[in-house]
Each structure stands twice: as C-alpha cells, then as structure tokens.
C-alpha cells in the first residue's frame, strides 16, 4: 500500500515569519542560502539538501499536491535517515509575493528555476516569471557575485527571457544541455523526443535597488450608528480589486462578517471583515483569526466597508 503519510514540519508559513526575514531562526543555523523557485515533486530540491548538507535550501511551489507529494517522499527517507532534509524550508505561496516581502537585499546565495511555465499563448504572456522587473527584484536579493539559473525547455521562452535581462544587473550566459536533472517534466520531455534543453546563468554583475515591500498599518474604524438592513457594498475595479462575496450577519451578536477578495498585481487575498457592536459604537476592522499580507488592497477593502456603513446611518 502507498503511504499517503508525510509531515509539515518543513512547511513554514510565510503569514507568520517575523517580517523582515531573518531566514537563520526558521532553520536554527546561519549557512548559505540557495531558492528553488517552482520545485515540483522536489527532486532537484532534495538531491541537492543531500549533497550540501551545510546550505540552507528553501523551495517555492503553488501547487499543493506536488508540495504534499515532496513532503511524503521526504518522510519516508527520513524514517530511515531522521537527519535528512533538516536543511530544507518549504514555502506553499507566490515566488513574486516571496522575493518581495520574505527575503531582504543581500540575503540570497543562489536561485534556480527548472522548466517554469513559458505560458506559450500571447495573451498568458503577462503571466511569465523572470520578467525584467522580477530580474531587478531577484538581482537585489542577491548576494555580491550570486547567481540565478533557469532552465527551460521551450526556444521562444529562452528568447523571451534574453529579451527581459537588459538593465537587470545581470551577465547572462546561455547555452545547451544535455538531460541531467531528472525531474517529472525533463523527463516528460524526454520520453517526447527532446534530449536537449535550454539553460541560462545569470552572474551579478552590478546591484540593483529595490525595496522590501511593507506591511500597511490597518486602520480600525468607529462610528455611532449602524444599520445591516441598508447596508450596500460597491465592488471597485482597477489596480486594486475588492470584490465582496459574501456578508453574515448575528443579529443576537451584533455581529457582520463580510467575505471579501482582494486582488493587487500578482497577490490575491481572501480576507473577512468584522464589524461588530462594542458598548455604544461600531467596530470596523479585521476579523481574528486569519492569515493574510496588510496590504493596500487590504487597506482599501476596509475603507470601502466603513464609506457604505456610514451611508446606512
């Protein structure tokens, strides 16, 4: 019978890491630091913990069945081996929303991506990695001399990436490789007939500035009186994105909690909204409970929330 079992000990949740990062307390030792972005069923990930046992290696990946897959697969070699892996962090959320916010300037020895999404389609092409404005941010994150290795099994997608690299910091090298990281996607490519692959080294050469993004200070609203019955919520469209979905009211409470979406670039956010009775007023503000980034998106939505409850006084 397969074991379905695995643990999430190497699973760190990026909501409550004490921000900005200081990535030597989730690992419990200062080493080298090396990010893979998009680790898939993490071989790569994994041989590489193995063979570097003194570096630190934090993976991303958005897919939460390859994520729990890794974690299965690195249970079962630790029951046998219980050292192995300890040098590993996994990270289940955006690598933009990552880079941005979890790691400071200068934090980063080494970052690889193997055979990324090239969104083929000319209308997906906003939804690439390694844009020019990624590049900058992963060229600040950087340490002097770091290095940024992607490889790729798609020529328009290397030819699009080439394109992106000018005024990033970055000496590029590219070149052709033989199959040699045998991960579910090379060898998906391979068992189709492709035995060469597309390989790119970024060298920092010159540092780019881009700041850590801050957290926003929420703001609580007050006001004296409050109607549920006329209250009106207005989605808004733009940059930032509040779409509210759903609304619960506790009459016996005193209570509402608005169910809101809150999209701003790459970050979507699901997020509650309380307002709530306290002795002669009422409260506007964020529901307990809950992980999420404070963000101006975050911010906007509980503005949005406080302009249609003064409307029903």
Not at 123 to 137: Q, Y
Not at 250 to 260: A, G, W
Request: aromatic share 12%; charged share 30%; net charge positive.
């Amino acid at each position: 019978m397969k074991s379905t079992h695995c643990s999430f000990k190497p699973l760190v949740s990026p909501y409550e890491l004490k921000r900005p990062v200081r990535w030597d307390e989730p690992f419990g030792r200062s080493a080298p630091v090396d990010v893979e972005i998009g680790f898939g069923m993490g071989e790569m990930l994994m041989r590489t913990a193995r063979e570097c046992p003194d570096r630190n290696f934090i993976g991303i990946e958005q897919h939460w069945e390859r994520l729990c897959k890794t974690l299965r697969v690195m249970t079962k070699e630790q029951l046998t081996a219980p050292e192995a892996f300890q040098n590993i962090r996994i990270l289940w959320v955006d690598a933009r929303v990552v880079f941005e916010r979890l790691f400071t300037s200068k934090s980063v020895d080494t970052i690889y991506c193997l055979f990324p999404c090239p969104w083929p389609k000319k209308s997906h092409i906003k939804h690439r990695l390694f844009h020019h404005d990624f590049l900058k941010l992963l060229n600040d994150r950087l340490k002097k001399d770091g290095k940024v290795k992607v490889v790729t099994d798609s020529y328009p997608y290397l030819e699009w990436v080439l394109s992106q690299a000018e005024g990033t910091g970055f000496r590029v090298e590219t070149k052709t490789v033989q199959s040699q990281y045998d991960t579910k996607f090379e060898r998906k490519w391979r068992e189709e007939g492709q035995q060469e692959f597309f390989n790119l080294n970024f060298f920092k050469k010159k540092h780019i500035n881009v700041s850590v993004k801050k957290d926003i200070v929420l703001k609580n609203y007050t006001l004296d009186k409050f109607d549920f019955e006329r209250l009106r919520l207005k989605d808004e469209k733009g940059e930032i994105s509040v779409i509210f979905k759903d609304t619960v009211f506790d009459r016996e409470k005193q209570k509402v909690l608005i169910y809101t979406l809150v999209a701003e670039q790459h970050l979507t956010q699901h997020f509650w909204i309380a307002v709530t009775r306290k002795k002669k007023a009422w409260s506007i503000a964020k529901a307990e409970g809950q992980n999420f980034f404070p963000t101006a998106g975050i911010a906007r939505a509980l503005a949005l929330v406080y302009e249609a409850a003064v409307n029903t006084a």
